[in-house]
């Protein structure tokens, strides 16, 4: 091979390195990040009496079919319960609010996708 021949295969090489590198990082050509929201259709009461029960959902986007949220609240022990838990996205759960007025009048739900835990929403409830 000719030193003129391996410069072009080199060129041509580099060419084809520079054409084919930037698809792999763009933004363009990876999957959205999953995100998470209260429904519309059942936000998160912002007043509840103690003991009442609320229907609460989100939705996720982004992520796999069927997708599925936890819901957890603070402060622990004292904050209510969620049945069924986890269950489907967009499928509203039934919050009971605590027997008893909890320390400061208020809770703190939290939804949390189950496919990426690190996205979550949170909303305040005053329990009265």
């Known amino acids: 091979m000719s030193f003129r021949q391996s410069n072009f295969l080199l ?3 580099a060419t084809a390195m520079f054409a084919v590198l930037p698809a792999c990082g763009t933004p363009k050509n990876q999957a959205p990040a999953i995100m998470i929201a209260f429904s519309t259709d059942f936000p998160p ?3 509840l009496a103690a003991g009442a029960t609320a229907g609460i959902a989100a939705v996720v986007t982004n992520g796999p079919m069927n997708p599925t949220v936890k819901f957890t ?3 622990v022990g004292a904050c209510g319960t969620f049945t069924p838990n986890p269950i489907a996205s967009n499928i509203p759960t039934q919050y009971q609010a605590p027997p008893v007025i909890p320390p400061g009048n208020t809770v703190t739900v939290t939804a949390t996708s189950a496919d990426d835990p690190t ?3 949170s909303a305040m409830i005053t329990i009265d």
Do not use: D, F, L, T
Request: net charge positive.
């Open 11 to 13: 060129a041509m090489m």
């Open 119 to 121: 996205k979550s929403v």
């Open 73 to 75: 609240c603070i402060p």
């Open 45 to 47: 009461p912002a007043a």
